[in-house]
Nanobody, 128 residues
Framework: QVQLVESGGGLVQAGGSLRLSCAAS????????MGWFRQAPGKEREFVTTISRSGSSTYYSNSVKGRFTISRDNAKNTVYLQMNSLKPEDAAVYYC?????????????????????WGKGTQVTVSS
């Protein structure tokens, strides 16, 4: 089992920045690729970004590319999401998730169903 706990959400004005953190405990963190997903009210959950277990590969959705940056610190069992130039449409509950490296590839990284563990989420609100 891997337990994931997100933090860092809050209220920010459009154009502002937030940094989310996701602390992992349980099994070996470095065996898992990590992802961030988000879900706005009335919308389906959507992929935001992911990072490979070593941190050498990252992928982003088109909607956040160039504004968001994912990173991880395997020594601290933590993954981060730096969000800059926030827009009202970025408002959502943000979830971090862990996928076993066995299943992770350039063709699976955005598939939420393949992620094994999920946090409970942290709310991000962006005022216009």
């Amino acid at each position: 089992q891997v337990q994931l706990v997100e933090s860092g959400g809050g209220l920010v004005q459009a154009g502002g920045s937030l940094r989310l953190s996701c602390a992992a405990s349980g099994r070996t963190f470095s065996n898992y690729a990590m992802g961030w997903f988000r879900q706005a009210p009335g919308k389906e959950r959507e992929f935001v970004t992911t990072i490979s277990r070593s941190g050498s590969s990252t992928y982003y959705s088109n909607s956040v590319k160039g504004r968001f940056t994912i990173s991880r610190d395997n020594a601290k069992n933590t993954v981060y999401l730096q969000m800059n130039s926030l827009k009202p449409e970025d408002a959502a509950v943000y979830y971090c998730a862990a996928m076993s490296w066995i299943h992770y590839s350039s063709s699976t990284y955005s598939a939420g169903a393949l992620y094994d563990y999920w946090g409970k989420g942290t709310q991000v609100t962006v005022s216009s």
